[in-house]
């Protein structure tokens, strides 16, 4: 049997990160929810992790139900903009009682990368519903050295002699 370590601040964290979902559906209206005709349809944002490896900063999203062309990347002045539309699938009913849990809607997510990330380099591929976004870290800028000159003339050291093309007569 496996011990397992009882945190209770992430108990409490989760407890209050689903009443304020609970809360956030009871009170959203139905012009929030994109839906004209009042059915109740909540604002869908989909899971996403940004991960830094050494030469690359990785996205990843949780898009089930899409495909890639339901999906759109946009990166303009170090913003990468990650788009898209999940379409609601359930069926209207007359009579009865049924639960929608599931969100449909358009998205929107954005991050800010650092300076001097090349957008020719950014790849993205999709798969069992998880898009990847690699993007590589931009190159460090390196201070240069510069020489110093002594005199106005190359730097010498005292004590050592010029060294010729040849051995000196006696």
């Known amino acids: 049997m496996a011990l397992i370590r009882w945190e209770p601040v992430r108990e409490i964290n ?9 809360f956030n559906t009871l009170f959203e209206s139905p012009a929030q929810a994109g839906n004209a005709g009042g059915a109740g349809v909540r604002r ?14 990785v996205l990843r999203a949780d898009l089930p139900g899409l495909t890639e062309k339901d999906v759109h990347i946009e990166l303009e002045d170090n913003v990468l903009t990650i788009s898209g539309e999940r379409k609601a699938e359930h069926e ?3 009579e009865g009682y049924y639960r929608v849990e599931r969100s449909s809607g358009t998205f929107s ?6 300076e001097g990330v090349d957008p020719e380099a950014v790849k993205a ?7 990847e976004v690699r993007v590589p870290k931009p190159e460090e800028r390196k201070p240069r050295k510069v020489a110093i000159s002594v005199g106005g003339g190359p730097k010498t050291i005292e004590g050592s002699e010029s060294q010729g093309g040849g051995e000196s007569a006696s």
């Open 44 to 57: 869908w944002i989909p899971a996403m992790d940004l991960v830094e490896t050494d030469e690359d900063f």
């Open 109 to 114: 997510r954005s991050l800010t990368l650092p």
């Open 92 to 94: 209207e009913r007359k």
């Open 125 to 131: 591929s999709f798969d069992r519903g998880v898009l």
């Open 14 to 22: 989760t407890i209050q990160n689903e009443m304020n979902r609970l």
